[in-house]
């Protein structure tokens, strides 16, 4: 649920590539990897949309998108948009990306997210992997993220003012960690951006490492 000129705006910063792995942890409806499909086929063309790309490229590029999603209602939403989009066998799984730990070993040279602003009450119960400890969704994503792009991954986030601004320390610690982990560049969104879900004030951020 991301504004279509912001998820464009942002796959076309990082500007994924047709051999590249791409991951959405919190991916919703699909936007970002839509996007990405889009984008890479946009760059591949000379006369017919994506006609410079082989048809083992256009399997391997269908191999390469991949989403989680914890609501099994938008992991079915997610399906059918990459199904309609020519995606023969998307790869959207059902998954607790804070709190399972079964894909953490799966990395990836592009990662795209706007994962959830809101912490459940009582806070998220991560599983132990997260070289930051807090129980804030915005900070275990984004160490995430860090965590799972290939040495010269790049990434575009979505997040909540706070992960620039708030003074705990976890906050501080994950703020460190985008400093000599590949930050730079920090967008500022204006407030409203994305009314009627959240009216958190946010900025992108953007990472190559």
């Given at each position: 649920?991301t504004?279509?000129?912001i998820i ?5 910063l ?9 991951l959405?942890?919190?991916?919703g ?5 839509v ?5 890479i086929l946009?760059?591949?063309?000379e006369?017919?949309f ?18 989680y999603?914890?609501?099994p ?14 995606f023969?066998?998307p ?9 399972s ?9 592009l ?11 009582g ?10 400890q807090?129980?804030?969704a915005?900070v275990?994503f984004?160490?995430y993220?860090l965590s799972?792009l290939?040495p010269?991954g ?10 620039i601004?708030?003074?705990?320390s976890a906050f501080?610690?994950i703020?460190?960690?985008?400093l ?5 560049g920090?967008?500022s ?10 009216d958190?004030?946010t900025?992108?951020?953007v990472?190559d490492?």
């Amino acid at each position: 649920r991301t504004p279509r000129h912001i998820i464009d705006f942002i796959v076309d910063l990082v500007s994924p590539q047709k051999h590249e792995t791409i991951l959405d942890p919190a991916c919703g409806t699909a936007g970002f990897l839509v996007s990405s499909y889009k984008h890479i086929l946009t760059t591949n063309t000379e006369i017919k949309f994506g006609d410079r790309l082989s048809a083992a490229e256009r399997k391997e590029l269908g191999e390469n998108i991949v989403g989680y999603e914890l609501d099994p209602t938008f992991v079915k939403i997610a399906l059918v948009n990459l199904h309609l989009h020519q995606f023969s066998n998307p790869k959207i799984f059902e998954y607790d990306t804070l709190s399972s730990d079964d894909r953490w070993n799966d990395y990836f040279d592009l990662i795209l997210a706007n994962p959830p602003f809101m912490t459940p009450k009582g806070g998220i119960q991560p599983h132990s992997k997260f070289g930051v400890q807090s129980k804030k969704a915005e900070v275990l994503f984004v160490d995430y993220i860090l965590s799972h792009l290939k040495p010269d991954g790049r990434a575009g986030i979505v997040v909540p003012e706070g992960i620039i601004f708030n003074p705990d320390s976890a906050f501080k610690s994950i703020r460190k960690k985008l400093l000599s982990d590949g930050l730079i560049g920090v967008i500022s969104l204006p407030a409203g951006v994305f009314n009627p879900y959240s009216d958190n004030k946010t900025s992108i951020l953007v990472i190559d490492k």
